[in-house]
């Protein structure tokens, strides 16, 4: 873990989407660390020792600000969100308000009733070159997001970092259909993973490395207006990643690539980990057939369990 995470002790931690996939790692983490740990969800509280639950919606602006006023955290980590990149329309307006709008009130609120510091979750998917088209209504409010924080920063010097989150996998991811959880359930049932091309080469980084990313975005000084990779600054192919999911699975069956169609636009970015070092002295450490080995593990012995009966 990063050094910096002492630091956490003590410290009133407001995580949202903290039932979420990265979000119930993250808490795992922070509660780990010593800090006091409030868990936002729209769903029922999930029971986990030492944490503080709410239930609020963030789109729902004065909920928001009504909870930030009582609980006024230190640290906010805004990891609520929409986060499939689908290119279908019915995502245009999950996508605009779960990862959009709730990250506009995140700002509002941190810059009216203040904090230390406010982790947003960017995303390599955000169009990088001027005038470049969003590839997907994910990509699109991703950007916007951007755009905003940028302004809330220069503006009204709200102190927020963006956290350019690459493609984490690992335990407990609770969309089964996406790629690594998928692959690893379908061979453990003996059943042959059906896969697009899988040409698309992704900067994979494995969920605890990610977290311990986050933490150090949490606490590193002078990071205020930065967007900071967190990646592991390797591209991987996805046909590789399900080659290398058959080798530890020992399985027998022949993956079924070209099988289902290639989204269009898709991006191939890698994080620039040197500077992220340089910034933050954080860098991923897990290797990516560790991190596939240990996920394959989880899935196994999550059988016909459901994510929250095994646990983060
Ligand atoms: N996973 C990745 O590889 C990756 C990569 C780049 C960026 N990111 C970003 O990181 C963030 C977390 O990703 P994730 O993979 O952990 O997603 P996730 O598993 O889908 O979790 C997101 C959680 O956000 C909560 N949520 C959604 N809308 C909300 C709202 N209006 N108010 C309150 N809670 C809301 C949902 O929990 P409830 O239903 O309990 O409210 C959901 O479980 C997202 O912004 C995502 O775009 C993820």
Redesign the pocket.
Known sequence: MHSTSHSFVGKRVLV?????????HLCAALLRAGAEVHG????SRVPVAGMHWWH????DLEQLRGLYADLRPQIVY???????GTRALEAVMPSL???LI?SIHLMLVATELGCERLVL?????APQENNAIPSSP?AAA?GAMRDYAAMFHTLYKTPLVLAR?????GPA???LH?LVPYVCLALQRGEAPRINSGARAVDWIFVED?INGLLALGLTPRLEGRSVDIGTGQMTTVREVVERLVNIARASVEPQFGNVSNRSMEQERVANVAETAALTGWRASVALDEGLRRSYEWYARMGTKTEREVGV
């Open positions: 949202t989407g903290a039932s979420g996939f990265i979000g119930a936002l969800t729209r769903r609020v919606d963030c789109c805004h990891l609520a969100g929409f986060s499939t308000q779960q990862n709730s979750p960017g995303s390599l998917e994910y991703k989150l690459f493609m984490v996998y991811e609770h969309h996406k990610a």
